[in-house]
């Protein structure tokens, strides 16, 4: 099979939309998008034995390589709407091309994206989306609002996947139903669009969590010439790892709470006078979201542990150049 033959079996379907006047097929994809929005457009890039294993489940893949992309329009707030996928591949497994677009195109719809474009070529598997989405004219979250004074907000838990790649790698154990549950969001992350989609004008700043807890709310630190102060205790966590965290194992866990990545929630900050109105917003979207430290003036970035002390050095969090 080649190429075309194998875009054209797997990944060519007519697009949902009428905003899109040239789709897959031509050298590159035409839409129109309405009056009175701004486009927001995002990568993201995959790559085998960076960011998941050799004998990763291919419909699980297919679902993470499009759901790390819808994680960055929900940060900044915006409607995903498009996107276009390249991949390098060893060879043409039709089962494995199956299930991978199988996971996802059943993403891509749960959201309305349309697949308008890509390549192909043969290669060391590599995956990469580029995604463009939509908002209203100059309403996207950025990093640069947070204010002193500010609640800092995650959504969801921490940790978990993190914790699943450790006991891949052989490094910790978890009971059966713990692991299976840490797996699912190491390898089917749940995009937080709608609540993104909520947050526009409420929030002041917003991030995914991808590289680590410690790591995204630094970038919008630094964006916003602000520090934090936050409370381990504050951060929502599974059984698991609050059983990690209380045992020997510690560091370990404190580690894949903090810096461990590949959570894909939200990190947000709103002024104090809206606390009740996320509560409600995370109770209407059945998305927990948790307040976890302040924003502060000065620029100093403290973590502080169950008794309230300072930790001494944060965790450093995922570094793509790392060794």
């Known amino acids: 099979m080649n190429e075309f033959a194998l875009i054209d079996r797997y990944f060519r379907r007519a697009p949902r939309d009428a905003s899109v006047q040239i789709g897959i097929g031509d050298d590159g994809a035409v839409i ?29 893949l297919g679902h993470k390589t499009l759901a790390v992309n819808l994680s960055d329009m929900a940060a900044m707030g915006a409607t995903p709407r498009y ?20 996971g996802l195109f059943a993403l891509a719809d749960r959201y309305g994206v349309d697949l308008i474009g890509g390549d192909t070529t043969k290669g060391a598997r590599n995956l990469c989306v580029t995604i463009l989405g939509e908002l209203p004219h100059g309403t996207a979250l950025t990093r640069r609002g947070a204010k002193a004074g500010d609640d800092i907000y995650v959504s969801g838990t921490l940790g978990d996947a993190a914790l699943a790649l450790a006991v891949l790698r052989q490094r910790t154990t978890l009971d059966a139903d713990a692991l299976i549950s840490a797996q699912t969001r190491l390898e089917a992350p749940e995009p937080r669009v709608s609540l993104g989609d909520r947050l526009r004008q409420i929030a002041s700043a917003a991030i995914d969590i991808s590289d680590g807890l410690t790591g995204d709310l630094a970038h919008v630190l630094e964006a916003s010439g602000v520090g934090a102060d936050v409370d381990v205790v504050s951060i929502p966590r599974s059984r698991a790892m609050s059983e990690k965290l209380a045992s020997s194992e510690r560091d370990l866990a404190l580690h894949c709470l903090l810096a461990g990545g590949d959570d894909y929630e939200l990190c947000f900050t709103a002024n104090p006078a809206l606390r009740d109105r996320i509560v409600a917003i995370g109770r209407a979207l059945n998305v927990p979201v948790t307040t976890i430290g302040t924003i502060t003036a000065p620029r100093d970035f403290v973590v502080r542990d169950e008794a309230g002390k300072p930790l001494a050095a944060l965790p450093q969090a995922f570094d793509h150049f790392a060794a």
């Open 32 to 60: 129109r998008p309405a009056s009175g929005v701004d486009i927001v457009v995002s990568v993201d890039m995959l790559v085998e034995g960076r960011h998941f294993l050799r004998d990763a489940d291919p419909r699980r």
């Open 83 to 102: 996107a276009l996928l390249a991949g390098a591949l060893p060879d043409a497994q039709h089962e494995w091309l199956a299930a991978f677009a199988a």
